[in-house]
């Protein structure tokens, strides 16, 4: 295949990435390499998908939701920007990690049963956001599923950073128009980032399925 890219444990919510430091970011990895993955996701995969396919985990982080897709029967390709992710990825069986910018990414068509991006593309510019979601699509085999996060436009975090994606459920909503949504959760509310740091989230929990 050619690619030329808590909720759990104490902490409530697991973004809050620096991305623009990596040795925050390779702390970020290690505070959440043990967290289970994202509810959502395990939420989407018991009730929506067919196990034993192919998954696509963007930004995958020190790989909780690989490891869950891999364990769940799926052939998993994990891809992070930052290359320290790679050495968590070493001992997993069923996933491939490849280091990659997911603003530079080419997919294959029609290829994965789930694509999964879990609080990353707030991390991207958000002038690219609606093309990496059209690829997302493009890459999603017929019934496909789409799970991730957006972050909202009232987010402020890690940061107060201006650099972040950040959109109104009215934009969401024009990106998703071409699929089915099966769930749209906005969240807002306080509360702390994967270090601990105060944080207003607001945030969208996305699944959305090719059709
Ligand atoms: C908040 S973390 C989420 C990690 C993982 N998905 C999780 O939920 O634990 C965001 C991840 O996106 C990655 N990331 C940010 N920008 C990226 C880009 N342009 N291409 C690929 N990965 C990126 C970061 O390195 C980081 O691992």
Redesign the pocket.
């Known amino acids: 295949m050619l690619i030329s890219?808590?909720e759990g444990g104490v902490v409530e919510d697991?973004?809050?990435?620096a991305?623009v430091h990596p040795q925050r970011?390779a702390r970020?990895?290690r505070l959440?390499a043990a967290?289970p993955p994202?509810s959502l996701l395990q939420d989407t995969v018991k009730s929506r998908l067919p196990f034993g396919r192919r998954a696509l985990?963007?930004?995958?982080?020190?790989?909780?939701?690989s490891q869950f897709l891999a364990r769940s029967g799926f052939s998993v390709t994990a891809?992070?920007?930052?290359s320290e992710?790679a050495a968590y990825f070493t001992k997993m069986d069923s996933v491939e990690f490849l280091q990659?910018?997911?603003?530079?990414?080419s997919l294959p068509t029609a290829a994965y049963d789930v694509v999964?991006?879990?609080?990353?593309l707030?991390?991207?510019r958000a002038a690219v956001v609606p093309r990496v979601i059209r690829h997302i699509k493009a890459a999603l085999r017929p019934r496909g599923v789409f799970v991730g996060h957006l972050f909202g436009d009232r987010y402020v975090g890690i940061g107060r950073n201006s650099s972040l994606a950040l959109f109104t459920r009215a934009e969401l909503t024009a990106f998703f128009s071409t699929m089915n949504m099966l769930r749209l959760v906005e969240v807002e509310r306080e509360g702390v980032l994967?270090d601990g740091t105060a944080a207003h989230w607001h945030r969208f929990d996305i699944a959305a399925q090719h059709v």
């Open positions: 890219c808590s697991p973004a809050g990435v991305h970011l970020y990895h959440t967290w994202t985990d963007l930004g995958c982080g020190s790989g909780r939701d891809i992070d920007i930052a992710a990659a910018d997911i603003e530079q990414l999964n991006a879990a609080f990353c707030p991390f991207l994967a």
